[in-house]
């Protein structure tokens, strides 16, 4: 299976974000897009508005990944702008099941996203309902920082998970993902992929998502 690179648009100049997706829009796969309350993770960053402005200007596939308490709050008004992929944490929502549902009979695709803390052994019984598992390997909150290297493991034992029982459930990877560890990311078995700072903060960010795919890939 082919990986996808998904941009966090996180690490993008919001006064130039337009262009700064024009620019990488050849060379990926879908936009990430990280919603955050300022509660469940330590920072505030964007919602509606600009998730509008996005997907009035690229067909590309947006995936969204949600660091807020309570995320059925948004799910709807989310799935009616046109996201394709909603992500909800673990940790942030007491009735996982009822709420991974609600997204599917949206007519979205249904990831739900573990903290570096949380063991993969938990998905056991959810892991049949949804269509992705976003492995953090950052504390979520902000952009350009360090890998945490015992991600590698993790993503190992959750595909081993996923192929005892016979799914379909892609692997996604976030925080800290760049040209030094995505091979080794892609042989754990990861496929999506997805790149803040490894994109935007380079001097060209349209050959650096190109180069990411080609090195991961190798
Ligand atoms: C972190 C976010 C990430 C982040 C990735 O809380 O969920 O999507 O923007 O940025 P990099 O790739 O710079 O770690
Ligand atoms: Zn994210």
Request: charged share 25%; with cysteine.
């Given at each position: 299976?082919?990986?996808?690179?998904?941009?966090?648009?996180?690490?993008?100049?919001?006064?130039?974000?337009?262009?700064?997706?024009?620019?990488?829009?050849?060379?990926?796969?879908?936009?990430?897009?990280?919603?955050?309350?300022?509660l469940?993770?330590?920072?505030?960053?964007?919602?509606?508005?600009i998730?509008?402005?996005?997907?009035?200007?690229?067909?590309?596939?947006?995936?969204?990944?949600?660091?807020?308490?309570?995320?059925?709050?948004?799910?709807?008004?989310?799935?009616?702008?046109?996201?394709?992929?909603?992500?909800?944490?673990?940790?942030?929502?007491?009735?996982?099941?009822?709420?991974?549902?609600?997204?599917?009979?949206?007519?979205?695709?249904?990831?739900?996203?573990?903290?570096?803390?949380?063991?993969?052994?938990?998905?056991?019984?959810?892991?049949?309902?949804?269509?992705?598992?976003?492995?953090?390997?950052?504390?979520?909150?902000?952009?350009?920082?360090?890998?945490?290297?015992?991600?590698?493991?993790?993503i190992?034992?959750?595909?081993?998970i996923?192929?005892?029982?016979?799914?379909?459930?892609?692997?996604?990877?976030?925080?800290?993902?760049?040209?030094?560890?995505?091979k080794?990311?892609?042989?754990?078995?990861?496929?999506?992929?997805?790149?803040?700072?490894?994109?935007?903060?380079?001097?060209?960010?349209?050959?650096?998502?190109?180069?990411?795919?080609?090195?991961?890939?190798?």
């Open positions: 299976m082919e990986m996808k690179i998904y941009p966090s648009i996180l690490a993008a100049d919001f006064s130039k974000l337009g262009k700064d997706i024009k620019n990488v829009e050849n060379n990926i796969d879908g936009i990430h897009l990280d919603i955050m309350d300022g469940f993770v330590p920072n505030i960053s964007f919602g509606t508005p998730i509008k402005s996005v997907r009035n200007i690229t067909n590309k596939y947006l995936d969204a990944h949600l660091m807020i308490i309570d995320p059925d709050r948004y799910i709807e008004d989310y799935a009616k702008m046109g996201i394709n992929g909603i992500t909800i944490h673990y940790e942030a929502v007491t009735h996982l099941h009822r709420t991974i549902i609600k997204i599917k009979e949206l007519g979205c695709d249904a990831g739900i996203s573990l903290n570096p803390h949380t063991p993969v052994f938990l998905l056991e019984e959810i892991l049949p309902f949804v269509d992705r598992v976003l492995i953090m390997s950052v504390n979520p909150g902000f952009t350009g920082q360090k890998f945490i290297p015992e991600t590698l493991n993790k190992k034992k959750l595909k081993n996923i192929d005892n029982k016979n799914l379909n459930v892609k692997i996604e990877v976030d925080g800290g993902v760049g040209l030094k560890n995505i080794n990311l892609y042989q754990a078995g990861a496929r999506e992929f997805v790149v803040g700072a490894g994109i935007f903060h380079q001097k060209n960010p349209s050959e650096a998502a190109k180069k990411l795919k080609e090195v991961g890939m190798e």
